[in-house]
Structure formats: structure tokens, C-alpha cells
Nanobody, 123 residues
């Protein structure tokens, strides 16, 4: 069974940094696009960042541009999200996603999902 396992969430003060990791169980995900989404209480799941399998295409939500960086290590089948200058509005459960199609910003464009990791930013 395909698994995506997120880690690295936690509680941080505003202005701080966190690095999220998402490890995939399937070697075939080396050729899959991967992404991060987030969902705050009472809100829809929203796109954060995505990266193509080779890293040639990278997408960011406007709200995180210049603060967050997505990267991947295909040898480890892992995608990362470096989050700097965190704000209280970044508080959410962060989900890792994967798909063999081209990266997209819409939830429906991703077939595989992790269980999520909580990120809480205090003011």
C-alpha cells in the first residue's frame, strides 16, 4: 500500500522556521510530482507548493512565496518544505501529496495523500 508519511510539524513562534519532510514508501514516486497542501480549522484544503519529479517545475501559492521553499531528494524519495518567517495564519495541518501527472494547484489533481502534520504558529 502506498504511503506518504509527513514529519517535522510542531509549535513555533511567529517569525520562526520549521522544516517538514514527507517520505514515500514506493520507489516509483521518484518519478511522481509531489506537493504540500494545508488545511486550517473550518477552511478548505489549500495549495501551498508543488515540485515536478525532476524539479524543473516548482509552484508556490502567493501567500508563501519568498518564505517557503519546496525541494526533493529522489534518492531518499522524500520531499521537503522549508518554512521561514512563519506567521500565525500559517497555522494548519500540512498534507503531503503525490501524483504521476504534472503538478497542479488543485486538490483534485493529486491521488495520493499523507495523514498530515500539525503546524502551529503562535503570535
Amino acid at each position: 500500500q502506498v504511503q506518504l508519511v509527513e514529519s517535522g510539524g510542531g509549535l513555533v513562534q511567529a517569525g520562526g522556521s520549521l522544516r517538514l519532510s514527507c517520505a514515500a514508501s514506493e520507489r516509483s514516486f521518484r518519478s511522481a510530482a509531489m506537493a504540500w497542501f494545508r488545511q486550517a480549522p473550518g477552511k478548505e484544503r489549500e495549495f501551498v507548493a508543488a515540485i515536478s519529479w525532476g524539479g524543473g517545475t516548482i509552484l508556490y501559492a502567493d501567500s508563501v512565496k519568498g518564505r517557503f521553499t519546496i525541494s526533493r531528494d529522489n534518492a531518499k524519495i522524500t520531499v521537503y518544505l522549508q518554512m521561514n518567517s512563519l506567521k500565525p495564519e500559517d497555522t494548519a495541518v500540512y498534507y503531503c501529496a503525490a501524483d504521476y501527472r504534472a503538478p497542479t494547484t488543485v486538490v483534485a489533481g493529486w491521488n495520493y495523500w499523507g495523514q498530515g502534520t500539525q503546524v502551529t504558529v503562535s503570535s
